[in-house]
């Protein structure tokens, strides 16, 4: 369903990224790991097309996402690192807002539903420039929940979650799983990864160092890379 | 539905944030004192110099406005919520024109009243045709300044690029709406200042056609 041909990526005239291709199939489960600042969370962003590649292509359902319209492109969820909404609004206009651009009438009472099992719903209508880290965290997942979406590629899962917030998190990702949702995770924490994911995906020195199913995987290995 | 859907966002986040039109308002307001009281002039001085300094307090105005519309798009990285979305980047940019047109015109309707008063300023009866003029001109400015702060906002020093590339290509535009602001102020038949509304109205069709087209790639990292 994402077949990704010949990526490259610079900034400032230095390499992130070189020749990367990969494909991703209906219902897999991506980790893409590797070290802090190898090109991660850009990989990503091109995938989700915020950044452009400086050459290479990607097809979402066979549509060029560069060329073709901007309704190729849906059913494609991005979730960044950073928090991707806007800190002057409340959580509940954020989430209306955020499924009306994906296309998705929902009704009030369902967003306030979400934001419940979230344990956000006493704080909708604060702006969510005074809510914690953890909190907008937990509202990337109210997101992911209430979008229809078909590929999520997602940064960083569990940033700053505590443990009642990441178990949350995990039920979600469970759920998802159970769907045969297809996501692309890029994460810090192999064995989580080897756990949940079915491929690993390791990018070092701008390439992708391999790409194998997790239960053909080793982590000693992957530890022994990510030192 | 989309266009209403992100217009509504902008006027939704300017609503709450309330950082885009008081500061337009305040610093127009002080600009205009700062004419008032330095220059001390009479009526007819300040009949003949009035439809420049506006278009001047418009102009600065409204490079605040954009400045504040797109820094609020960088705030925790939101403008990828947009971005990442199924939205053809170019309604994404004559959303960004048309809800700062109409931010904009929200802060000239606070400040024209002001500059009236302390300009000693008579104004002629037919002033629905100054409205039109403002609404052209606004739009025109709007147009350019989505365009160079799309170019800009991923820019290193972003706040200083927008006044160097704005200024320069607004200018055009803001010399016809002086002009038929001037003629308008003098009591001229339209017909003989209508070849200046005809090319603002051109500069607004061009920016708003240009924009559309490239907003694509100029939003892209």
């Not at chain 1, 998802?176 to 996501?183: G, R």
């Not at chain 1, 390791?202 to 030192?227: A, E, H, P």
Request: hydrophobic share 50%; glycine share 6%.
């Amino acid at each position: 369903m994402y077949t990704i041909n010949n990526i490259y990526k610079s900034f400032y005239h230095r390499a992130i990224l070189e020749d990367i291709s990969f494909k991703v199939n209906q219902g897999d489960m991506i980790a893409l790991l590797g070290k802090n600042g190898i090109g991660k969370s850009t990989l990503l962003r091109i995938l989700g097309k915020i950044s452009q590649p400086d050459k290479g292509t990607i097809l979402y359902n066979d549509a060029n996402i560069y060329k073709e319209k901007a309704i190729a492109r849906k059913g494609i969820l991005y979730l960044g690192h950073d928090v991707g909404l806007y800190p002057s609004l409340s959580a509940l206009d954020n989430l209306k807002f955020a499924c009306a651009i994906h296309g998705k009438k929902n009704k009030d009472s369902s967003i306030i539903s979400t934001l419940n099992q979230l344990g956000l719903s006493n704080r909708m209508n604060d702006q969510i420039q005074i809510f914690s880290k953890g909190m907008l965290q937990s509202l990337k997942y109210a997101l992911a929940d209430l979008i229809e979406w078909n590929i999520l590629f997602f940064d960083e899962p569990f940033s700053y979650l505590d443990l009642k917030g990441r178990k949350s998190a995990q039920d979600y990702i469970d759920k998802w799983i159970e769907n045969s949702k297809t996501m692309i995770f890029a994460t810090h924490d192999p064995q989580w990864s080897l756990l949940y994911c079915s491929r690993l995906l390791l990018l070092d020195n701008r390439k992708i160092l391999f790409d194998q199913k997790t239960n053909d995987i080793d982590i000693n290995k992957i530890v022994k890379i990510l030192r | 539905m989309m266009f209403y859907t992100l217009v509504r966002k902008d006027l939704l986040l300017e609503f709450r944030a309330k950082e885009i039109i008081i500061p337009m308002f305040a610093f127009g307001l002080a600009i205009i004192m700062i004419f008032a009281l330095s220059f001390n002039a009479s009526q007819a001085i300040n009949h003949a110099f009035s439809p420049g300094l506006l278009w001047i307090i418009i102009l600065f105005i409204s490079s605040l406005g954009l400045n504040r519309m797109f820094v609020l798009e960088k705030e925790f990285d939101a403008f990828t919520l947009t971005l990442a979305a199924p939205v053809d980047r170019g309604i994404i940019f004559l959303s960004k024109a048309i809800s700062g047109t109409i931010l904009l015109l929200i802060a000239e309707i606070l400040i024209i009243p002001p500059f009236i008063i302390f300009m000693n300023l008579t104004i002629p009866s037919d002033w629905h045709i100054m409205v039109l003029i403002l609404l052209i001109g606004d739009l025109g400015i709007m147009s350019i300044g989505a365009i160079v702060s799309g170019l800009s906002m991923r820019a290193k020093l972003s706040e200083m690029l927008l006044p160097i590339l704005f200024f320069p290509l607004v200018s055009p535009h803001i010399i016809a709406c002086v002009k038929s602001t001037n003629y308008w102020f003098k009591g001229l038949s339209f017909i003989n200042w209508q070849s200046w509304i005809f090319l603002m109205i051109s500069f607004v069709l061009v920016f708003f056609l240009l924009g559309f087209m490239i907003f694509e790639y100029i939003t892209e990292e």
